[in-house]
């Protein structure tokens, strides 16, 4: 199947810790994306990266880190410097042909 | 401004009526614009995109771009219960090089049987 998946679907952090949030895609998407989805709210863009090895920031990089070492893989992670990091997660790529996103299921994160 | 804009809603519609919904955004260079619908607890997902003025017809679902006005909207006729969700208004903007989708923050859409 052809798609984007993430991981863990649910993950509980206690305070001070740094967790990373795995999401891979095998559509041969350039493009990748984070957003953070607050209750009742709409997405905030966290980062995103247009090829390997590049990322740009989002409205709402602070208190997280992206890599991008390989073209299918874009992990995300929220370091303690996030104060509140409790939230749903969703990590995207885009086709460079239609400029369509397309959304993995998600990672809700809770900090306990 | 906010850069792409939504009524919030609750929009209620009879089941089997046209529901009716609308975006605005503010960068007039944007030429890719798209529909998305999340249920409660889900990720989004794609119904809808929209590249030229007019029409796009794709079974019950209409998308209507106005490049001039600045808007486009998602008509959904005969509404059915599963079409209660929010729906997602996004835009695209940048050139590919650096481009990034921004998203409304959604109206959230309830057919009442």
């Known amino acids: 199947d052809g798609g984007i998946t993430q991981s863990p679907k649910y993950l509980f952090r206690k305070e001070g810790q740094n967790v990373t949030l795995s999401c891979e895609q095998n559509?041969?998407?350039?493009?990748m994306y984070w957003y953070r989805q607050d209750p009742g709210q709409g997405l905030r863009l966290i980062y995103y990266?247009?090829?390997?090895?590049?990322?740009q920031k989002g409205d709402i990089a602070e208190g997280y880190s992206v890599s991008r070492e390989k073209k299918e893989s874009f992990p995300l992670t929220v370091t303690s410097a996030q104060k509140n990091p409790t939230a749903f997660y969703l990590c995207a790529s885009r086709s460079g042909y239609t400029d369509t996103q397309y959304f993995g299921p998600g990672t809700r994160l809770t900090v306990l | 401004q906010k850069e792409v804009e939504q009524n919030s809603g609750p929009l209620s519609v009879p089941e089997g009526a046209i529901a009716s919904l609308n975006c605005t955004y503010s960068?007039?260079?944007?030429?890719?614009f798209f529909w998305y619908r999340q249920y409660s607890g889900k990720s989004p997902e794609l119904i809808m995109s929209?590249?030229?003025?007019g029409d796009k017809e794709d079974g019950r679902f209409t998308a209507q771009l106005n490049k001039a006005s600045q808007y486009v909207s998602l008509l959904i006729r005969d509404s059915q219960p599963s079409d209660s969700a929010t729906y997602l208004c996004?835009?695209?903007?940048?050139?590919?090089?650096?481009?990034?989708?921004?998203f409304g923050s959604g109206t959230r859409l309830s057919i009442r049987p």
């Open positions: 996004a835009v695209m903007q940048g050139d590919s090089s650096a481009s990034k989708i921004i």
């Open positions: 990266s247009q090829i390997v090895n590049d990322f």
């Open positions: 559509l041969n998407h350039d493009a």
């Open positions: 960068d007039r260079v944007s030429q890719s």
């Open positions: 929209i590249y030229s003025n």
